[in-house]
């Protein structure tokens, strides 16, 4: 039983630290907290997102319903639904994208990229990598919904939010964490994954799979996943080049941009 306890506590603590969710105080004494349990909770990432999708989910269902036959329905319902996704974890990888985009784009050697991701003020890549971001994220939402209905939103919210913080950790097994060179507090999370994290969260990302599929085919949900796999090779590729590695902040970066792809995936193939 220590291995399904220790695995349990994992998950809570994935939660309070990729969630804003409150977690009761006698559950968040029995977790604990060190160093160990917060590598391990790396691997239930994906099981914060269909946390997070859940919300997202309700929201979508429950003003486009309240909404019908508004033209403007499904518009309304993935705007609504994106905010909550945003407010249950407190923009956490929206400010990663942003961080990563003003890194990326600044003059200058590794070190001077790294120092603009540390800047706490956000720069004009980061503010438009920000907007583009949530224009994507409400304007394919509203398109799969409007083609498939709700349950086809709820779908995609559900594999999008699970696998793409899977593929991220790509990322974390790939790449080698650089963040300490900036003070990043993720040091102790992301600095490494082991295979068996790995496992773990790819048996989270295929219970999300699987439940989409019963939603909406399986072959739409592949399609989706090839489109995000690709934008997490482009991206895994700019960082090593730029970066040779990654901080905390590119796995948000990393986050956004599969969860975007899965979306724009679904939508092609639906």
Sequence with gaps: ????????????????????????PALARWTGFDAGLQRASLAHFPA???????????????????LLPSPFAHLAAAVVSTVAT??????????????????????GDREAALA????????????????????????LLSLIGSAGGWLAAVAALLAAHAVSRG????????LPHVGRETGSKSIGMAQRI??????????WCAL????????????????????AVLALLWLRRLLARRLQGFTGDCLGAAQQLC????????ALAA
């Design 1 to 24: 039983m220590k291995p399904l306890a220790q695995s349990a506590r994992a998950l809570v603590l994935a939660v309070q630290y990729f969630t804003r969710v409150p977690v009761p």
């Design 48 to 66: 914060a997102g269909l946390l997070v999708a859940a919300v997202g989910a309700v929201c979508y269902a429950a003003v486009q319903r309240f």
């Design 86 to 107: 945003v407010l249950v974890t407190g923009a956490l990888h929206e400010d990663g994208l942003a961080d990563t985009a003003d890194g990326l784009s600044a003059g």
């Design 116 to 139: 603009a991701m540390k800047e706490s003020r956000i720069g004009g890549a980061g503010a438009m990598a920000l907007v583009l971001a949530l224009l994507a994220k409400i304007g």
């Design 167 to 174: 593929l991220a950790l790509v990322i974390v097994a790939t």
């Design 194 to 203: 082991e295979w068996t994290g790995l496992a773990v969260a790819a048996s």
């Design 208 to 227: 999300a799979l699987l439940a989409a599929s019963l939603i909406a085919p399986l072959r739409l949900w592949l399609a989706a996943l090839a489109v």
């Design 259 to 266: 969860e975007i792809a899965l979306y724009f995936g679904a």
